[in-house]
C-alpha cells in the first residue's frame, strides 16, 4: 500500500517562473527563447545544436546506416517529417561539420482514396509538398495507397528494354504501358474504396491504412534498390503508437513498432532518427528554421477525441504531457525495455504486417478461451453451423445459407495472422474484401503448409543429416 511521504505532492511537477532575463542552462551567457522540459531553457544557438547533435548521434550510435547507402525518406508535409528532411538537408550540405554519407531519395504517400468526400480536397496541398521535395535537390516521387494493392502490376519497363526500340515504337510502348498502368491503378481504386468500406470501425480503417502504408513503403524501397527506409515518428507519436498498440492486441510487437530499427523485413530496415525527438522540439525546431509545412486531412481529421484508440490515446498522452512533462519520456524508456522474439520460417511472420505470429499459445491461453467463445457464440441449438466460414457467405449463420465456397475461407486467412491483425479482419463485414493481391499470398502459404504436412514424413531431419 503506498503513502504519500511528507514534502511529496500529488500533482504535477512544479515548473520555475519563466522570466525573459532567464539565461541559457548551456552557454550560460544568451537570454533563453525556450524550455524543452521541465528546466531545461536554452537559447536559439544552444538548441540548434542540441537538436542536431541529437539526431546524428541517433544515428551514429546505431551504426546501420552506412556510408554509399540508398535511403528512402517517407515524406507525409507534416511536422515531424519536415523537421526531418531539414536535418537530412543540412547534414548533407556542404557546410556541415561532418556530413552524412547515405543517398537519400523522397516519396509522398497520397492517401486521398480512402478518405471519404475529401479527394477533391487537397489538390493544391499535394502540389505544395511536390515543390518542397523539389527543392532539396534528391529524387522525389509520389505514389498512391491503392499501389499496395497493385504495385507488381503497374510497374513500367526497365530503361534497357526501351533502349533498342525506335523513337516512335518507344512512345508506342511507353504509351501502352501506362494505359494499362492507370487501368491497373483505377481497378486498385475501387477495391481499396470496397475494402475500406467493408470496414465498420474508424479504429480498424486507421489500422488498416497503417498496414497498408507500410507495406507499400517496403515494395517500393525494394523494386527501386533502397536498403533502409526513414520514417518522421517523433517520440510523442511513438509514445501514443506503444500505448494504442497495446490497446489493440499488439503488446507482442511494440518493441519493433517504437524501436529505432525495424527489422521484421528480410532485405529492408525501416529506421526512425528523430524518435528522441518530442513533438514540442519539432514545433520549435521547425518555427526557428522557418521549416514549412503542409496539413492533409486523415481518417479522424474533425473527429471528437473518442472516434478511434488512436485518436483517444492520442489526446490522453498529450494532455498527461502537458502537466508531467516526463510522461513521453518514461513510455519510450519502457518501451525500449520490451523485446519481440524473431521466428524462422515463411509461416511464421503475419502475412499482413509481416511481424513474428504471437498467435502460437497453448491451450490454456487467454487467445484459445477467446476462440471458444467465439465458436459458443456461434452455435445454434447444440449444433455448430458452418455458415459464415465461407469468404463468400450470406452471413446469417443458421445453416440456411446455400451459397457456393470459394476462394480461402475466413479461418484460413485469421490463421495466418497476428492477433493484432485478426481484431482488424474481424471487424470487416466481410474478410473477401481483402486485396485479391493479399487473399493470393494467402492461398500459396496455405497451400505449402498443407503440402509440407502432407509429405512431413519423407522429409529428412536437418539435425540428424
Same mark, same amino acid.
Given at each position: 500500500?503506498?503513502?504519500?511521504?511528507?514534502?511529496?505532492?500529488?500533482?504535477?511537477?512544479?515548473?520555475?517562473?519563466?522570466?525573459?532575463?532567464?539565461?541559457?542552462?548551456?552557454?550560460?551567457?544568451?537570454?533563453?527563447?525556450?524550455?524543452?522540459?521541465?528546466?531545461?531553457?536554452?537559447?536559439?544557438?544552444?538548441?540548434?545544436?542540441?537538436?542536431?547533435?541529437?539526431?546524428?548521434?541517433?544515428?551514429?550510435?546505431?551504426?546501420?546506416?552506412?556510408?554509399?547507402?540508398?535511403?528512402?525518406?517517407?515524406?507525409?508535409?507534416?511536422?515531424?517529417?519536415?523537421?526531418?528532411?531539414?536535418?537530412?538537408?543540412?547534414?548533407?550540405?556542404?557546410?556541415?561539420?561532418?556530413?552524412?554519407?547515405?543517398?537519400?531519395?523522397?516519396?509522398?504517400?497520397?492517401?486521398?482514396?480512402?478518405?471519404?468526400?475529401?479527394?477533391?480536397?487537397?489538390?493544391?496541398?499535394?502540389?505544395?509538398?511536390?515543390?518542397?521535395?523539389?527543392?532539396?535537390?534528391?529524387?522525389?516521387?509520389?505514389?498512391?495507397?491503392?499501389?499496395?494493392?497493385?504495385?507488381?502490376?503497374?510497374?513500367?519497363?526497365?530503361?534497357?528494354?526501351?533502349?533498342?526500340?525506335?523513337?516512335?515504337?518507344?512512345?508506342?510502348?511507353?504509351?501502352?504501358?501506362?494505359?494499362?498502368?492507370?487501368?491497373?491503378?483505377?481497378?486498385?481504386?475501387?477495391?481499396?474504396?470496397?475494402?475500406?468500406?467493408?470496414?465498420?470501425?474508424?479504429?480498424?480503417?486507421?489500422?488498416?491504412?497503417?498496414?497498408?502504408?507500410?507495406?507499400?513503403?517496403?515494395?517500393?524501397?525494394?523494386?527501386?534498390?533502397?536498403?533502409?527506409?526513414?520514417?518522421?515518428?517523433?517520440?510523442?507519436?511513438?509514445?501514443?503508437? $506503444?500505448?494504442?498498440?497495446?490497446?489493440? &492486441?499488439?503488446?507482442? #510487437?511494440? %518493441?519493433?513498432?517504437? +524501436?529505432?530499427? @525495424? *527489422?521484421?523485413?528480410?532485405?529492408?530496415?525501416?529506421?526512425?532518427?528523430?524518435?528522441?525527438?518530442?513533438?514540442?522540439?519539432?514545433?520549435?525546431?521547425?518555427?526557428?528554421?522557418?521549416?514549412?509545412?503542409?496539413?492533409?486531412?486523415?481518417?479522424?481529421?474533425?473527429?471528437?477525441?473518442?472516434?478511434?484508440?488512436?485518436?483517444?490515446?492520442?489526446?490522453?498522452?498529450?494532455?498527461?504531457?502537458?502537466?508531467?512533462?516526463?510522461?513521453?519520456?518514461?513510455?519510450?524508456?519502457?518501451?525500449?525495455? $520490451?523485446?519481440?522474439?524473431?521466428?524462422? &520460417?515463411?509461416?511464421? #511472420?503475419? %502475412?499482413?504486417?509481416? +511481424?513474428?505470429? @504471437? *498467435?502460437?499459445?497453448?491451450?490454456?491461453?487467454?487467445?484459445?478461451?477467446?476462440?471458444?467463445?467465439?465458436?459458443?457464440?456461434?452455435?445454434?441449438?447444440?449444433?455448430?453451423?458452418?455458415?459464415?466460414?465461407?469468404?463468400?457467405?450470406?452471413?446469417?449463420?443458421?445453416?440456411?445459407?446455400?451459397?457456393?465456397?470459394?476462394?480461402?475461407?475466413?479461418?484460413?486467412?485469421?490463421?495466418?495472422?497476428?492477433?493484432?491483425?485478426?481484431?482488424?479482419?474481424?471487424?470487416?463485414?466481410?474478410?473477401?474484401? $481483402?486485396?485479391?493481391?493479399?487473399?493470393?499470398?494467402?492461398?500459396?502459404?496455405?497451400?505449402?503448409?498443407?503440402?509440407?504436412? @502432407?509429405?512431413?514424413?519423407?522429409?529428412?531431419?536437418?539435425?540428424?543429416?
Amino acid at each position: 500500500m503506498c503513502s504519500v511521504q511528507d514534502g511529496d505532492t500529488g500533482g504535477p511537477l512544479q515548473k520555475e517562473k519563466i522570466s525573459p532575463g532567464r539565461k541559457c542552462m548551456k552557454c550560460r551567457t544568451e537570454n533563453a527563447i525556450l524550455i524543452t522540459r521541465v528546466n531545461d531553457a536554452f537559447c536559439k544557438a544552444c538548441f540548434m545544436v542540441y537538436v542536431t547533435h541529437k539526431f546524428r548521434a541517433t544515428i551514429g550510435k546505431s551504426k546501420l546506416v552506412r556510408d554509399g547507402e540508398k535511403v528512402l525518406v517517407a515524406y507525409s508535409g507534416g511536422p515531424s517529417s519536415s523537421c526531418l528532411l531539414h536535418l537530412i538537408t543540412e547534414g548533407l550540405s556542404q557546410r556541415a561539420h561532418k556530413k552524412l554519407r547515405f543517398i537519400p531519395g523522397i516519396v509522398f504517400i497520397d492517401e486521398t482514396a480512402v478518405l471519404v468526400n475529401l479527394e477533391e480536397d487537397g489538390v493544391a496541398e499535394k502540389d505544395r509538398i511536390s515543390e518542397l521535395m523539389a527543392s532539396t535537390g534528391y529524387p522525389y516521387q509520389t505514389r498512391r495507397l491503392e499501389e499496395a494493392i497493385c504495385l507488381d502490376q503497374g510497374q513500367h519497363l526497365p530503361e534497357a528494354d526501351l533502349s533498342s526500340l525506335a523513337e516512335s515504337d518507344q512512345a508506342s510502348v511507353q504509351s501502352t504501358d501506362l494505359a494499362k498502368q492507370n487501368d491497373n491503378l483505377d481497378r486498385a481504386r475501387i477495391e481499396i474504396k470496397s475494402l475500406f468500406s467493408s470496414i465498420k470501425s474508424l479504429t480498424a480503417r486507421e489500422d488498416m491504412l497503417n498496414r497498408l502504408r507500410q507495406r507499400l513503403l517496403m515494395e517500393v524501397a525494394q523494386v527501386q534498390g533502397y536498403s533502409k527506409v526513414m520514417t518522421g515518428h517523433c517520440g510523442t507519436r511513438l509514445a501514443v503508437n $506503444l500505448l494504442s498498440d497495446i490497446s489493440q &492486441g499488439r503488446g507482442a #510487437h511494440v %518493441a519493433m513498432d517504437t +524501436a529505432f530499427s @525495424d *527489422t521484421r523485413y528480410p532485405n529492408i530496415m525501416l529506421v526512425r532518427p528523430i524518435r528522441d525527438f518530442s513533438s514540442k522540439e519539432v514545433a520549435m525546431y521547425n518555427s526557428l528554421h522557418g521549416v514549412e509545412s503542409v496539413f492533409l486531412p486523415t481518417l479522424t481529421t474533425k473527429t471528437h477525441e473518442g472516434s478511434s484508440i488512436e485518436h483517444l490515446t492520442e489526446a490522453f498522452v498529450t494532455g498527461l504531457q502537458t502537466d508531467y512533462p516526463s510522461t513521453v519520456s518514461n513510455i519510450m524508456r519502457t518501451g525500449e525495455k $520490451l523485446s519481440t522474439e524473431k521466428r524462422d &520460417g515463411e509461416n511464421s #511472420h503475419c %502475412a499482413l504486417c509481416e +511481424a513474428p505470429l @504471437d *498467435t502460437d499459445v497453448g491451450a490454456c491461453s487467454a487467445l484459445s478461451a477467446v476462440e471458444f467463445s467465439s465458436l459458443i457464440s456461434r452455435t445454434r441449438k447444440g449444433k455448430v453451423t458452418t455458415c459464415g466460414d465461407s469468404t463468400t457467405c450470406c452471413g446469417e449463420g443458421d445453416g440456411s445459407c446455400h451459397t457456393k465456397s470459394e476462394g480461402v475461407k475466413k479461418e484460413e486467412v485469421l490463421s495466418v495472422l497476428c492477433y493484432g491483425c485478426r481484431m482488424t479482419v474481424k471487424d470487416m463485414v466481410e474478410p473477401a474484401a $481483402l486485396p485479391d493481391k493479399l487473399l493470393t499470398q494467402i492461398s500459396y502459404r496455405l497451400r505449402r503448409s498443407k503440402m509440407k504436412n @502432407d509429405i512431413q514424413d519423407f522429409l529428412l531431419d536437418p539435425e540428424n543429416s
